[in-house]
């Protein structure tokens, strides 16, 4: 499929991209998911199934992920604020980005064909070689995303356990992991036993 076309699913995928106020932003963001899935034999994000790592939990499609994550994020972001009245001087447009760009990396950690390469040659190329944070951060620069953008691709997984993470890349960690551990709670529940 062409690039322009997938660009366009993009934004059909993540319709919450129109709500970036600030054009530039927006547009990296289109771009950055372009490049991640046109690198990696995917035309949209729905073609991935919805999951921290392949082989875990599973749970919809990761376009839907992505979005539960930023509208959490946006809502926690909203309602600590206004319960205790704290200005966290959080640009929306920011959080926007962080969430609908913070899982960019996946399509190449979960690639339709070269992961059966890793776990056949897991001495030779590791398995998988690079998680979807470090393809993620490659990415995000490669784009011209903000530093404030690559540091949410590459630490709103236990790899920012190794740093101080931002208010943005710790909102994002939060809702990241209540997307998957509350439906995940729910789900073993009812069908695990
Ligand atoms: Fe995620």
Redesign the pocket.
């Known amino acids: 499929m062409d690039k322009e076309k997938i660009r366009a699913g993009v934004v059909e995928s993540l319709p919450l991209i129109r709500e970036i106020q600030n054009e530039t932003l927006r547009n990296q963001v289109i771009d950055a998911w372009t490049l991640a899935l046109s690198e990696n034999e995917y035309t949209s994000i729905e073609e991935m199934e919805g999951s921290?790592k392949p082989g875990g939990y599973t749970l919809g499609n990761q376009a839907q992920?992505?979005l539960c994550?930023t509208r959490m994020a946006l809502a926690m972001a909203e309602i600590i604020s206004d319960t205790y009245q704290k200005d966290m001087q959080i640009d929306r447009d920011m959080l926007l980005a962080a969430g609908l760009c913070?899982?960019v990396g996946k399509p190449y950690e979960y690639h339709p064909t070269k992961r059966a390469l890793w776990s056949a040659m897991p001495e030779k190329y590791g398995n998988p070689p690079l998680r979807h944070t470090l393809y993620g951060v490659y990415i995000a620069m490669t784009v011209g995303l903000p530093e404030e953008i690559v540091h949410v691709c590459g630490c709103?997984s236990p790899e920012g356990e190794l740093v101080q993470r931002s208010l943005l890349a710790t909102i994002i960690h939060h809702a990241?992991k209540a997307?998957w551990r509350i439906p995940g709670c729910y789900d073993r529940f009812r069908f695990d036993n």
């Open positions: 921290g992920h992505i994550v913070h899982d709103h990241d997307s």
